[in-house]
């Protein structure tokens, strides 16, 4: 593959990046002292700049109102957006609902495109995605309790989800509920369906407390319950059947989105540690960066985060080429190799900036406490590293 970035590509980025610094930056201090709604509405201004600029969900196509650009494309975009805790948000292109637009837009009939993916395209309303279950475990998804039965026209939903992101103020969510639990196929018992959260019967029970912070709209990890939810068969998403494989498309370029967020991340936080070194003087004119330990980090970070993006870029290239079937292996490298390296960069800038480091006055504590989730969820690291062995070992006979 060729790994230089296209010239359109590097202007776009460079344009991004410059728009990032001066306008989404500067908000950030509002947030992480008060939390994300302290920031909502100056966000929402700047979604409309972002629109108007023509930046507008880069990862969508043109005829829809996104930005055209190919996964690969938007991987160069994507890690630049990483860079703020906004980037993504404003651009639209923001989990859960990114997935659920590439879902929608795939999968879902006219009827449905215009009443979902429409309104959630135009970043008028918000959505999520509903699958992980408290009482099952969730690195297994064929193992649900949350059921759909079909009555007339109707299908009557009930059960439990958890980690709902982005639930508390979306206007709809697709939950994974099981249709046909008696199938020997286990990977074609479950289905997407689409659900209005005013539907009566379905509940948000609470917002999740994670790692410190109670979480609240945008930022909400949500607790909620189907209790004789009806809605009608037209809101089947896809096949009846067809909820694993959907879900397993929807997350393929998913974890592309999240790899090259997380390298943004790295990526700010290893300037705010270089800076940090340069500046942080331990005697005098003995700055931090003069020590062998701070250096051997700086060194060992940059090669980790350069490693990691030349092998998200492969995966990205491969998904672009050859379809998601085709890259599993890389996309499980990625995922866990990726969110290893995030891990160690926040690390490294946390203890590197010392007690700094531990307050809100630099976006690094924030990032150590929400990024440690992405060791677990889109699967944990222990599933995706079985998946790799198995499917190398099968070239050993096993
Ligand atoms: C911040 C956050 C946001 C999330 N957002 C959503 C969302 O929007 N929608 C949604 O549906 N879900 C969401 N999730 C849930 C996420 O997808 C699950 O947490 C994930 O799939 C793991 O499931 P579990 O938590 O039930 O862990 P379990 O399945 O109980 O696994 C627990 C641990 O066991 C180990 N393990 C599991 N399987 C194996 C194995 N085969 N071999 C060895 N070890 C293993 C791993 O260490 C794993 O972390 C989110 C989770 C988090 C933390």
Redesign the pocket.
């Known amino acids: 593959m060729d790994f230089s970035i296209p010239s359109h590509i590097q202007e776009l980025r460079q344009a991004i990046h410059e728009y990032i610094q001066e306008e989404l930056y500067p908000l950030e201090a509002e947030m992480l002292a008060h939390g994300w709604s302290a920031t909502e509405e100056v966000l929402q201004a700047k979604r409309e700049e972002v629109k108007e600029r023509g930046w507008w969900a880069p990862q969508m196509p043109k005829d829809l109102g996104g930005a055209g650009l190919s996964l690969l494309e938007f991987s160069h975009i994507s890690e630049v957006l990483g860079q703020s805790p906004f980037g993504h948000y404003v651009f639209n292109c923001q989990a ?1 609902d990114a997935g659920n637009m590439e879902i929608l837009h795939e999968f879902a009939t006219p009827e449905q495109q215009e009443m979902y993916l429409e309104p959630l395209l135009a970043g008028e309303i918000r959505s ?5 279950e408290p009482m099952n ?4 998804p064929t193992k649900m309790s949350t059921m759909a039965v079909k009555d007339g026209d109707e299908y009557v939903i009930n059960g439990r ?1 958890w ?3 982005a639930a508390d103020g979306a206007a709809f969510t697709i939950v994974m509920a099981i249709t046909d639990p008696e199938n020997e196929n286990k990977y074609q018992r479950a289905s997407l369906i689409l659900v209005p959260m005013d539907t009566p019967g379905f509940q948000l029970v609470r917002n999740i407390s ?1 790692m410190g912070e109670p979480g609240e709209g945008y930022a909400s ?1 949500a607790e909620v319950s189907f209790d004789n939810v009806r809605v009608p068969l037209e809101n089947l998403l896809g096949g009846e059947g067809a909820g694993f494989a959907m879900a397993q498309a929807r997350l393929g370029p998913g974890r592309i989105h999240h790899c090259m967020r997380w390298l943004g991340i790295c990526e700010r936080a290893f300037a705010l540690m270089c800076q940090r070194c340069a500046e942080r003087e331990l005697s005098e004119g003995k700055p931090l960066g003069t020590r062998q330990i701070a250096q051997a980090w700086i060194a060992e970070c940059r090669v980790e985060i350069n490693a990691a993006r030349l092998m998200v870029l492969q995966a990205a290239w491969k998904i672009d080429n050859e379809g998601t079937y085709a890259a599993r292996e890389e996309i499980s490298l990625i995922k866990f190799y990726v969110a290893g390296v995030l891990q160690k960069v926040l690390d490294c800038a946390l203890q590197l900036h010392g007690a700094l480091g531990m307050t809100d006055d630099t976006p690094i504590a924030y990032w150590y406490r929400h990024e440690r ?1 992405a060791r ?5 690291d ?2 995706h590293k ?1 998946v790799v062995a198995k499917r190398i070992l099968r070239n050993y006979g096993m």
Do not use: R
Request: glycine share 8%; with cysteine.
């Open positions: 859960p999520c995605f509903a699958m992980t475990a969730g690195s297994n989800k980690f709902t992101t994670v990890h989730a677990i969820y889109d699967g944990p222990e599933v079985m």
